[in-house]
């Protein structure tokens, strides 16, 4: 197949034969990327009109139990300023979101065990009733099934857990060895099983990724079937291990969101803050390749240049009013609208737990 015969065939399928995937990320001709957009901008307007979702993230906690070789807060990063926000300043930035007008906020942290199983509960029902129509987001990491279990039934709704790389060798090089794919992989089964709209997804060049690894994650995508499909280039952080490699590019990071798209045609997938820090204008080109939410900061300003998972990130001088009004501005000049929903994924329903 040529370029153009592969992304036709996405387009069409949702799919390639196996062996055309390696050869599509690899050719990546500037023409074929415009025209991969193109295709992936139809699918994205015909599922949710030009629309985007906004998701209000609040990063509660940069304590963090593990040390993956890429990450900024780290264990092993002793540099780093650690800080947890408390119920009351998580409230208080929910609230803040909902007058902005965002029907979700994603509540990330480190893996930090000092919030317990019922303060999480207790936070995510506040949260809930307070403001009926808002929707939780968790992104907190590995957890027992039990404690996902109760997650949900305090009402969170929607779970992010990148898989990072479903290649074993890869995932190897990048965590420690207590850190295993395996877990990872039970974990967003059992998200998925629970009932959550589940999000995956992995970062881009990082050291070691080859072509292969990526077309892994492809495929590991096509058996899991994530409703949120988060991805991003990987950006070094000066106290890890990762200092001094390369940064990932904007190129590919668009492409793969456009192939993301003809492969998932409803799915959720985010114009990351890592996209907009490679590039000024990485958001919006990211919606322009087929990507479909932004999640402007939320967290308290003086939190923000503590949560560091790599270098340069973006909206670390501003406060949430700022970035809500300057995604605003941004999506407006690209032609699109914020839409006011809860942005689920197309025919999700909650479905009660027996
Ligand atoms: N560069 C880019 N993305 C990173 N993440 C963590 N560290 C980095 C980095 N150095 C991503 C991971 C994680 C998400 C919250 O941020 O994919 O799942
Ligand atoms: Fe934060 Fe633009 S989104 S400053």
Known sequence: MDEKERIDCLFETGELPLSEYAPLIDERSKEASEYLFEKARIRQEENFGKRVFLRGIIEFSNFCRCDCLYCGIRKSNAHAERYHLTKDEILSCARQGYGFGFRTVVLQSGEDLSYTDEMICDIVSSIRAQMPDMTVTLSIGEKDRASYERYFDAGADRYLLRHESASPDLYAKLHPAAQTLENRIRCLYDL????????????????????????????FLRQLRPEMIGIGPFIPHKDTPFRGEKEGSTDLCLFMIGVLRLMFPKALIPATTALGTVNPLGREKGILAGGNVIMPNLSPKRVRGKYLLYDGKICTGEDASQCQGCIRGRMKRIGYEVDPGRGDYPGWVRRERT
Not at 198 to 212: D, I, N, R, S
């Open 192 to 219: 998925k099983d629970i009932g959550y709209q589940v999000g995956a997804g992995m970062m881009l060049e990082t050291p070691y990724q080859k072509t292969e690894d990526l077309v892994e994650d492809l495929l």
